[in-house]
Each structure stands twice: as C-alpha cells, then as structure tokens.
C-alpha cells in the first residue's frame, strides 16, 4: 500500500462494478516542434492494435486552445481506436490519455489499465526521442472513473438517490411549492494526501445513448501529481489515485446497492 494511504485495508472489490469508462492520462510540457505530418507517425506505433484514427475537439489548456507558433491555427486532437472500439489513445500537442470503455465487456480492472497505459507511454517517450521533438515533461496527472448507474439499479425517481448516495437527500414532505427535481447536479471535492492533488466527484443524471434509459452518472476524477516527476512516480501517484477512487466510491455508495446489485467481494 502507498506510504500516502490512509488505511491498509484491502481495497474494495466489486464482481459487477458500474463502471462505464476509464481515463488515464497526464498532461505535460507542450511539445514545440511538433508539426500535424509528425501525428501520422506517431499513430505507426499505434495501428496494430488501435487501427481506426478519428478527429476530436482539443481540451483547452488554461482557457485557451494550443495554437501552432507559424500559422496560428489550432493544432488537433485524435483518437487511436482499437478494433473492439473498445480503447484509445488520446494524444495532443500537450495530454496523452488511454481510454478503456464499455462495449458489452467487463471492466478489465486496474492492473489492466495501468499496464496499457504504461505501454502506450513508452511508445510516446520513444516517438518524442526519436524525431527529436524534446523529452515529455509531465505537469499533471488524471485518472477518471465513469460510473453508470441506470434506472432500476436502486433507483426508480430522483427520491431515491438516498439509497444510491445515503449524503444526498431531497425529501418532498418538506418543501411546500417545490415539486420534486426533474434532474441533478452534485459535486464535490476532496484533497489527496501530501499535496498531490485532488479528488473530484461529480453525480449527475442523463438518458443513457445505446437504450435511453435514465441514469446517475458517478464521475470520480483525481488529478495531481508531485515534486517528482519520475516515471516510478508517475506510477506512485497513478496507484494512490486508484486507491482513492475506489474507496471514495464505496465510501459515497450504499452499502445495500453495492451488495446486491455489483456484488462486492470485500
């Protein structure tokens, strides 16, 4: 366990978690030689396994869209899409990120996602040295679990949420004009230990793509890093902000719906 952590108990399991997606990634030092010919390349180290390219809208860094120095044109976003659809690689002037997302398989679990991600990093520090465009530099790290919780997993009406998430309660009896929400946005956020960033959690609903069906989503994010930027580092603040999330979520979550509907091991 991390010399960070708060507890040595073991973390959390769950046979069924509701996870919809997982992001993991960082952000670093924007690299200024690159030029959109040097992309194609790095995707040749990509293809095997993610064959599909596709344009995405860049993530704005401090407000603002990364331009190229010469022209002043925004430089891209792509996505490296796997054969399942069912991973990416995210990559831009300045974020790497590998996406697992659900496509009718079961969430691969952590060790999973950190060994890709780690795999797909090593191919960037290789492209970056290769074509000389400087060393990565990382600023900051992420990683995000989506959770979709849809109607009838515990839930029927905006007055249960209580049995999804006992700290958010909304109770008709005591509002006398108010009907009951239609929707809701809730979020909070907790600091990691040491300065090492923060943990973000955000519930909202939505109607779910593939089957319009309602549900809660449970967004938790940290992001951070630390002094060190070392890749053991890296690794250190990855396994912290797993840990986190995990008992954040079941810290949050009822302990009925995590027994019965995702079946928690312990």
Known sequence: MNSTSKTSEPLP??????????????????????????????????????????????????????????????????????????ELIQFQVDRFYYNWRHRGDDYPRYPSVIKKFE???????????????GKIEPLEC??????????GQGWESIIDLPKVIPDFTWKKEKHH?????????????????????????????????????????LELTARGFGAEKTAQAMRNWFDLAHEWIVRGFTDLTEKEIQETIWKRER
Request: hydrophobic share 40%; net charge positive; with cysteine.
């Open 13 to 86: 399991s769950y046979k069924r978690p509701p996870v919809d997606e997982v992001v993991c990634g960082f952000r670093f030092e924007r690299l200024r030689q690159l030029k959109v010919p040097h992309i194609g390349l790095l995707w040749e180290k990509f293809r095997n396994e993610y064959p599909t390219v596709q344009h995405a809208v860049p993530i704005a860094t401090d407000t603002s869209l990364l331009v190229d120095d010469a022209t002043g044109f925004p430089l891209p976003r792509v996505w490296f899409i796997s054969k399942a659809d069912n």
């Open 119 to 133: 795999k797909a990093k090593s191919h960037l520090d290789a492209f970056a040295s290769e074509l000389q465009l």
């Open 142 to 151: 992420e990683l995000t679990y989506i959770n979709h919780i849809p109607v």
């Open 177 to 217: 004009f108010l009907p009951n929400p239609t929707n809701i946005a809730w979020q909070l956020r907790f600091e990691l230990p040491e300065g090492k960033g923060w943990l973000n959690v955000k519930l909202n609903q939505a109607t779910r793509k593939i089957d319009g069906v309602p549900s809660l989503i």
